[in-house]
């Protein structure tokens, strides 16, 4: 069997960058708590624990040691009561994240209100959510942004890993009913060229797969995209979760993974596909 493996598979600038900044903040005498995973890869995150970087649960703040941030960052509020608690912080929010926080603080300063395009309870959304200083509405699907009230004006944002085509169709939904209505591009390319690869794949290959954390909201996207193909999709955390049986009818398998996904996870399932049918030699 033929194995395609995406060429953006794996960790993204923000997840290495994080992941980077983990490891290099493990090297002091301090403890290390992230709220939450400090990416969401539930292999990666035990590897990180190793090192000393411990993940509590989202809503548990620490009491003593280092905060790290995640790369989808926190609320705004809730790391200014962390730091006037004496913790050290130390933040490791994805830059294309900041500068999402960055436009919604501007408009909302300048009295605009605001629409985030994502999942409700996502921490990006949360984190972004709490950089609005005036109204800001959660929006999550095209059926949300038609029942939207009609109002005069808008900035529309959409979480950086939101579905590129559905946030189209969103944006000309508000854009249609709201007169002023400025539609940001936000989605990061990491997260829109993942999207644009997984599409070929699906188009080329007799079946994908999809590996990285179920908790990966861009993970889950990839899987998604790819099963609306109506090619057969299989989502996987590593390699012990492919059901070997159901290969054996395909020629040719894309491989591609979450933003959130260690290599060495990726490598394993092509390992095991590979090794399931090889490809036999052309002479
Ligand atoms: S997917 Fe994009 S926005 Fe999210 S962490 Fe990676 S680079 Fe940053």
Known sequence: MKVVLAKTAGFCMGVKRAVQIALETA????????????????????????????????E??????????????????????LRARGLTIVDA???HVVSSQKRIATCSAEGI???????REHPEILSLQSFAAGPCHILSSLAE???????ERA??????????????TIGAELRRKIPHCQVFQSICKATSRRQEEVHRLARTCDAVVVVGGRNSANTRRL???????????????????????NFAAFTTVGVTAGASTPDWITEE????LTSLHPVPDSD
């Not at 209100?113 to 999942?119: K, L, M």
């Not at 790819?226 to 012990?240: D, L």
């Not at 399932?269 to 095991?272: K, L, M, P, T």
């Open 113 to 119: 209100p605001v629409i985030i395009v994502g999942d």
């Open 27 to 58: 090297q002091g005498k301090e403890e290390i708590f992230t709220c939450g995973p400090l990416i969401h890869n539930p292999q990666a995150v035990e590897t990180l624990r190793a090192k000393g970087v411990i993940p509590l649960p989202d």
């Open 60 to 81: 548990v703040d620490p009491d003593h040691g280092i905060l790290l941030i995640r790369a989808h960052g926190m609320p705004a509020d809730r790391i200014a009561r």
């Open 155 to 168: 900035m529309v944002i959409a979480q950086t890993t939101f579905n590129a085509a559905d946030y189209e």
């Open 269 to 272: 399932v092509i390992d095991c």
């Open 223 to 245: 899987a998604e995209i790819a099963a609306a193909s109506g090619k057969p999709t299989f989502h996987v955390e590593t390699a012990a979760e492919l059901p070997l049986d």
């Open 93 to 95: 929010t994805c830059p």
């Open 145 to 151: 942004a038609q029942a939207f009230p009609a109002v």
